[in-house]
């Protein structure tokens, strides 16, 4: 069947046809046939009008655990990085994940806009898999490795999944930089959480501090952790773990030259400014990264550090941080065309254009 959508207001996302007043959207088995003002669009098939409301591409979640979709309000935040993992530590110990918990949280987000997410699975693949296919939210699965380089089995992934490397303070050097190899010789995305604890330059640069003296209690550190001497993204850079197909989660404790660093690598950064308000950890460098054209996008994080995977909250919290210059243009491309670039899923999601999919979200009226 063709269905022909009414909108009030369409942006497309589209620098070429960026804005449409009394815009139409013609759709067929869930692709867009075309997009133009609501006279071109009409009469083609049954009409939708969505009344008078602004539409968006359908949002892009670039970071999140929904393996921890159970923990909703069940950990306290506010007082440190190392008082938050170990409250993490303690409601993981006591339950998991329930199929209803995890399909509860999808369904909110895909209420609030959000059409697709990239997700960091530790072990409930299928669950994750079955609730996104049951929510109709499309999904790219990083599947996380952390400690020793023995763990990394390639072969076991299933197919259009990559493997992910939780963070340098606590997986193996050596396994970081051959799951990094093994993504770039297939073209795939590489996800690795950077810069998110204030202690993790200190780490890095001489082995102490509060945060190593955390780790190592913990046994989170890889044995045999020497300090190189660095920063935490000049390391990632020297570790070879940089580059346009990599997203470099958080990045809140990066200086003036970790951020020409991250730039020049082509990285892409994905900020969660909820959960590191909600943590403790502080603010990421927003406006340096977007001076240095960084390529910006924007994940919840999981339910255990922000109250809800809605990124519309997400994309008030960070408007805050933005340069004033900042347009709705330049903010949206956060949730739509850098995520679907960074995920290569650009010929699917990221704008209202002719052959991707036909998901879209309205535009709330503060956002306007
Ligand atoms: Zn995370």
């Known amino acids: 069947m063709t ?4 909108a009030a207001r369409i942006l497309t996302m589209n620098p070429q046809c960026p804005e449409i007043r009394d815009g139409g959207i013609l759709v067929r088995e869930g692709r867009i046939l075309a997009v133009g003002g609501w006279r071109e669009v009409a009469g083609n ?6 009344g008078p409301v602004t539409i968006v591409p359908g949002l892009i979640n670039a970071h999140v655990h929904l393996e921890l979709s159970h923990l909703a309000g069940r950990v306290p ?6 008082a938050w993992a170990d409250g993490l530590f303690a409601a993981m110990r006591e339950s998991r994940v329930t199929e209803a918990a995890m399909a509860r949280a999808v369904a909110e987000a895909r209420a609030s806009g959000t059409c697709y997410m990239a997700d960091v699975v530790g072990r409930e693949f299928d669950m994750v898999r079955r609730v996104l296919e049951s929510q109709g939210v499309g999904g790219f699965l990083f599947n996380e490795f952390s400690g020793r380089a023995r763990e990394f089995c390639p072969r076991s992934l299933p197919r259009d999944w990559s493997p992910g490397v939780h963070a340098l303070y606590s997986t193996d050097h050596t396994l970081a930089r051959s799951i990094k ?13 950077l810069a998110e604890v204030p202690g993790e330059n200190e780490l890095f640069q001489s082995g102490g501090g509060e945060f190593a003296d955390f780790l190592r209690t913990r046994r989170i550190l890889p ?12 390391f990632a850079r ?3 773990l940089l580059d346009e197909r990599t997203l470099a989660v958080h990045c809140v404790h990066l200086d003036e030259n970790d951020v020409e660093i991250v730039a020049a690598s082509g ?28 390529p910006l996008c924007l994940g919840t994080d999981s339910l255990a550090s922000v109250p809800s995977l809605d990124l519309w909250q997400e994309l008030r919290a960070v408007r805050a941080l933005m340069p004033s210059t900042a347009s709705l243009f330049d903010l949206l491309e956060l949730v739509t065309r850098n995520p679907a670039r960074a995920l290569g899923i650009d010929a699917d999601y990221g704008s209202l254009a002719v052959g991707k999919r036909a998901v879209w979200a309205v535009l709330p009226d503060d956002m306007q």
Do not use: T
């Not at 098939?45 to 969505?50: K, N, P, Q, S, T």
């Not at 020497?226 to 935490?232: D, W, Y």
């Open 238 to 240: 020297e570790l070879g």
């Open 77 to 82: 935040g506010g007082r440190s990085f190392e």
């Open 223 to 234: 044995k045999g952790f020497a300090a190189p001497g660095l920063s935490a993204a000049r």
């Open 3 to 6: 269905e022909a959508i009414r």
């Open 45 to 50: 098939g049954a009409c939708r009008d969505l």
């Open 181 to 193: 190899e093994w993504c770039a010789s297939r073209c795939l995305p590489f996800s690795l959480h």
């Open 267 to 294: 990285a892409r950064v994905c900020l969660c400014p909820r959960s590191n308000r909600q943590i403790g950890v502080g603010d990421a460098p927003v406006a340096a990264l977007c001076a240095a054209g960084v």
